[in-house]
C-alpha cells in the first residue's frame, strides 16, 4: 500500500510539473502576445491620427472654397480664407501644407504646417517617400491648378489619396 501511494505521488508530481510548465508557458506566450497587439494597437493609431489631419485640413479647404496653390513631390499648399475676412492670413492655419523631408539615414518624415508652426507628423517614412500631385487624365500635375488628387504618404507602407478638385 505504501509503495502504490508513493506511485500515485510521483504521478500526481509529474502531472503537476507539466500543467505548471504549460501554465508558464501559456503566460509568456500571452506577454508576448499582449506586447505585440499593443504595437499594432499604437501604429495603427498613429497612421489614423495623421490620416485624420489630413482628411481635416483637405475638408475646412473645400468647405471654405479654397485651391491647391502649390503640389510637388515634396509639398502640398492649401489656402482658404477660413474666417470669411476676404484675406488669407499666410501666418494662421489659412495656409496649411503638408511637406516631406530628408532626415537622416536616408529616411523622409511628413511634416504640417499652419502657418509659421510646423509638426512633424511620421519621421520614419522610406527615402523614396513623396507627395503625388494627379491632374485629370490621371498623369501627374504639371501646374498646382490643373492638380485633381493628390496622395500623401501616411506610413512606410501606404498613403492617403485626397480629391484636392475644390474649385469644380
Same mark, same amino acid.
Given at each position: ?15 503537476? %510539473?507539466?500543467?505548471?510548465?504549460? !501554465?508558464? +508557458?501559456? =503566460?509568456?506566450?500571452? #506577454? ?6 499593443? &504595437? $499594432? ?30 503640389? %510637388?513631390?515634396?509639398?502640398?499648399? !492649401?489656402? +482658404?480664407? =477660413?474666417?470669411?475676412? #476676404? ?6 492655419? &489659412? $495656409? ?73
Amino acid at each position: 500500500m505504501i509503495a502504490s501511494s508513493l506511485l500515485e505521488s510521483a504521478a500526481a508530481l509529474a502531472i503537476t %510539473t507539466i500543467v505548471l510548465a504549460t !501554465l508558464t +508557458a501559456a =503566460l509568456g506566450a500571452s #506577454g508576448v502576445t499582449s506586447h505585440g497587439a499593443w &504595437e $499594432l494597437a499604437h501604429r495603427m493609431a498613429e497612421e489614423r491620427h495623421v490620416e485624420h489631419l489630413l482628411d481635416a485640413a483637405f475638408a475646412r479647404t473645400l468647405a471654405a472654397g479654397g485651391a491647391v496653390v502649390e503640389c %510637388t513631390d515634396r509639398t502640398i499648399a !492649401l489656402e +482658404a480664407d =477660413l474666417d470669411g475676412n #476676404g484675406t488669407v492670413d499666410a501666418n494662421s492655419s &489659412e $495656409l496649411t501644407a503638408f511637406t516631406v523631408v530628408d532626415r537622416t539615414g536616408g529616411r523622409r518624415a511628413l511634416t504640417q504646417h499652419l502657418g509659421r508652426q510646423s509638426m512633424t507628423l511620421n519621421d520614419t517614412l522610406p527615402g523614396d517617400a513623396q507627395i503625388r500631385c494627379v491632374d485629370a487624365y490621371g498623369a501627374s500635375a504639371t501646374s498646382a491648378p490643373l492638380t485633381r488628387v493628390v496622395e500623401v504618404p501616411v506610413t512606410a507602407t501606404s498613403t492617403r489619396m485626397m480629391v484636392a478638385d475644390f474649385g469644380a
